[in-house]
């Protein structure tokens, strides 16, 4: 009993506060519900399983409107079919990949209006982990799947290092309040590969032991925001020489650009165990 009110007074406080709800799914994945300014209506961001979001939509009487894609992998989008089948929602995706059930494939600099949560959304070409990735960008907020983590950055699957570089580039210059919703909970060990390289950074200290203390009591560590990436993150950093200069003695030799020591910190990372 005491369970259940603790519970509903947290659904409660969630409801009223956040204009974003976190679905934890899979091992490490937010699934992410953006109210916007609505009371009761969200879209849904890269469902990739349709049953903690079809759970959560009910415990929190909550009505989707939209399904927003950042890319095809299946932890993306694997939930699409068991969502559609329960509701008749828009499925906006990249237009160069294979989305199941796409109703608006985007492209960088399209808009996905989305009047229900009085919200407005912009693309974003965001290449690199795979090779049609996209993120949504507005009100504040940035969803950038898995482009951007939180002190880190995608795998290369697809798109090439320059692809990449180039992607994150954009994603840096927005407005330093942007919150960042990541897909995946990768903080902490991304900061574990971030004090490798910058291990005097205070930043990143500070920002590991405020990590530290949100996921031992179960919070997930994001949002971020893009004033914190551009503090923390290395993958955001290669122009700064500290950053280069790890990089460098990474690879025993000089690099000779900002997107080569790029480069060699996502090859560092590849294989760092910390
Ligand atoms: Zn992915």
Redesign the pocket.
């Known amino acids: 009993m005491a369970h259940r009110l603790t519970r509903a007074l947290r659904d409660f406080t969630l409801l009223v506060m956040t204009a974003v709800l976190h679905v934890p799914a899979f091992e490490d994945n937010y699934i992410w519900l953006v109210r916007g300014r609505s009371a009761d209506r969200v879209a849904i961001v890269d469902p990739g399983d349709a049953g903690p979001v079809l759970e959560a939509l009910a415990r929190l009487r909550l009505t989707p409107v939209a399904v927003l894609c950042t ?1 095809h ?1 299946g ?2 989008v694997g939930g699409i079919p068991g969502l559609v089948r329960h509701f008749p929602l828009p499925v906006y995706g990249p237009a160069r990949e294979a989305i199941p059930g796409i109703t608006h494939p985007l492209k960088g600099g399209d808009e996905v209006a989305l009047p229900e949560l009085g919200l407005s959304l912009n693309v974003i070409d965001t290449p690199g ?2 090779a049609g ?1 996209i993120a949504y960008h507005g009100d504040g907020m940035l969803f950038c ?2 482009t951007l983590f939180s002190a880190g950055c ?1 795998r290369l ?1 697809e798109g090439t290092a320059g692809q990449m570089h180039g992607s994150l580039k954009r994603l840096s210059a927005l407005p330093a309040h942007t919150e960042v919703y990541c ?1 995946h909970e990768y903080t902490e060990s991304n900061l574990r590969f971030a004090l490798a390289v910058e291990p005097d950074n205070a930043d990143i200290l500070g920002y590991r032991n405020e990590v530290a203390a949100l996921r031992s009591r179960g919070l997930p560590s994001l949002p971020s925001t893009i004033a914190r990436e551009n503090a923390v993150n290395p993958f955001l950093r290669s122009h700064r020489a500290q950053v280069r200069a790890a990089a460098e003695n990474f690879a025993q030799q000089t690099l000779d650009s900002d997107q080569e020591v790029f480069a060699t910190l996502r090859r560092w990372k590849d294989t760092f165990r910390g």
């Open positions: 890319h992998h932890d993306h982990h795979t990735h799947g898995d995608g699957f897909a």
